[in-house]
Nanobody, 123 residues
Framework: QVQLVESGGGSVHPGDGLRLSCAVS????????MGWFRQIPGKEPEFVST????????NYADSAKGRFTIFRDNAENILYLYMNSLKLEDTAVYYC????????????????WGQGTQVTVSS
């Protein structure tokens, strides 16, 4: 199992950008797909993006396409989410996640979660 520790959340204005980081540790990382979900109170976690740690294959939610970029640094074992043109509706707790082998839009299929980092977009 992998361990995940997020950082980089904060409060920004609409249109601003933010970078989230996730320090990854554990064994056999190349077998994992890692990524980001986000959650607002009272709602199920929402898929944002994933990347295959080995192949680099990427998936984005429609809400993230064109604004968010996921990136992995294999040498440092850090996962990033670059978020641009942030909107009010991007406000959520963002979680770094991992699961073996393949991506999924279903949060229940991810068994490794970070502690979460709050992103607040407000005018």
């Amino acid at each position: 199992q992998v361990q995940l520790v997020e950082s980089g959340g904060g409060s920004v204005h609409p249109g601003d950008g933010l970078r989230l980081s996730c320090a990854v540790s554990g064994r056999f990382l190349s077998s994992y797909v890692m990524g980001w979900f986000r959650q607002i109170p009272g709602k199920e976690p929402e898929f944002v993006s994933t990347i295959n740690w080995d192949t680099g294959v990427i998936n984005y939610a429609d809400s993230a396409k064109g604004r968010f970029t996921i990136f992995r640094d294999n040498a440092e074992n850090i996962l990033y989410l670059y978020m641009n043109s942030l909107k009010l509706e991007d406000t959520a707790v963002y979680y770094c996640v991992a699961r073996l082998y393949s991506s999924s839009y279903n949060s229940h299929e991810y068994h490794s979660w970070g502690q979460g980092t709050q992103v607040t977009v407000s005018s």
